[in-house]
């Protein structure tokens, strides 16, 4: 197979159109089942990190209910006149025969307060026609009283304990993917690349077909990426303070994931500063921010500025 034929995103691709089929811990196979089972979805606030299901899921209960969906990925300047108009039409009309409208409002934290704050209106406006599903990264990021209209609560988080049992599942999924895409691969490798983006699907299957795409098989190479951030360049920039330079290197690693970077300096920078518990507790907020960000790189350029100010390194 050429790489023509992979035009599209594996993601994109290869996402579940069933409950049955999306990869999930228990408690959250029993929440959907449920709602499978009742024939019947209830307003729902999806919430959690970056590529575990969310939208995937929200699209699947659709299709599986034979709902008609309106799709409406969120974005700061979709004011609410614009976004009540779109429901209204689509509350009025759009509809075939029987079946539920449900209005999925993807990425809800992107909505400034004041949308929000409207859109609460809208749903008991329109609660007697419709649905609504808002997915977000995080929950704290959708304010109170629209939480509080009548949205069923979903964390996305997989249970350390079922953390295993998942990972062998997505395994075999993506064997399924590379063996449909005929792309050979070593099963040691895989199983790397997996816990290394483990839990985030989405970016181990974009990790693996751009591999896939420069070399046609999944080997050693791929694992390469990882060690070659250079940190010393990294840690004299750091220690003299200079941005400048710093910055050149944030540019020059710019295809490294930047939740791989800021592992690495976990790993390598935290003994070799004076202040180990600030840096961590500096790195865990930058980490956590990461998932949400506009911008991945103005984030890392902002983490290594705070690490400048903040922490002495030994000489
Ligand atoms: N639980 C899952 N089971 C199987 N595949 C999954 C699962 N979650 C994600 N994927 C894969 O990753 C892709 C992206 O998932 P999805 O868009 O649902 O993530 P998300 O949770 O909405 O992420 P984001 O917070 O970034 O919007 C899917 O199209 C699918 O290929
Ligand atoms: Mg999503």
Redesign the pocket.
């Known amino acids: 197979m050429n790489s023509n034929d992979r035009e599209f995103l594996f993601?994109?691709k290869?996402?579940?159109h069933t409950i049955a089929e999306?990869?999930?811990p228990e408690y959250l196979v029993k929440v959907f089942k449920g709602q499978l089972k009742k024939g019947q979805l209830q307003n729902l606030l999806l919430s959690?990190a970056?590529?575990?299901?969310?939208?995937?899921v929200a699209l699947a209960l659709c299709e599986e209910l034979g709902c008609t969906v309106k799709f409406i990925r969120a974005s700061e300047d979709s004011g609410i006149d614009v976004i009540r108009t779109d429901v209204l039409n689509f509350a009025a009309n759009g509809s075939f025969g029987a079946s539920t409208k449900v209005v999925i409002f993807d990425?809800a934290e992107r909505l400034s307060g004041a949308t929000q704050e409207a859109l609460r209106g809208t749903i008991e406006a329109f609660s007697a026609n419709c649905r609504f599903i808002f997915?977000c990264?995080h929950k704290n990021r959708i304010i109170p009283a629209l939480r509080a209209s009548r949205l069923v609560e979903v964390d996305?988080v997989i249970p350390t304990e079922e953390g295993p049992k998942i990972a062998s599942k997505f395994n075999k999924?993506v064997k399924e993917i590379l063996d449909a895409e005929s792309i050979t691969y070593d099963d040691k490798v895989l199983a790397q690349v997996i816990m290394r983006y483990f839990p985030d699907?989405?970016k181990t299957?974009n990790e693996l077909q751009a591999y896939a795409n420069i070399s046609d098989a999944i080997d050693e190479g791929i694992l390469g990426k990882w060690s070659n951030i250079d940190m010393e360049d990294l840690l004299e920039s750091l220690k003299k303070k200079n941005f400048k330079s710093m910055r050149k290197w944030v540019v020059d690693n710019l295809d490294n994931d930047p939740l791989i970077i800021m592992r690495k300096v976990y790993d390598e920078l935290v003994d070799v500063t004076e202040q180990g518990p600030e840096l961590v507790v500096i790195l865990a907020d930058y980490m956590y921010r990461q998932s949400f960000v506009a911008d991945g790189e103005i984030n890392v350029v902002a983490l290594f500025t705070e690490i400048m100010n903040r922490i002495t390194f030994k000489e």
């Open positions: 993601s994109e290869y996402r579940p999306c990869i999930l959690g970056s590529g575990l299901g969310k939208t995937t990425e997915t990264n996305f999924r699907f989405r299957l």
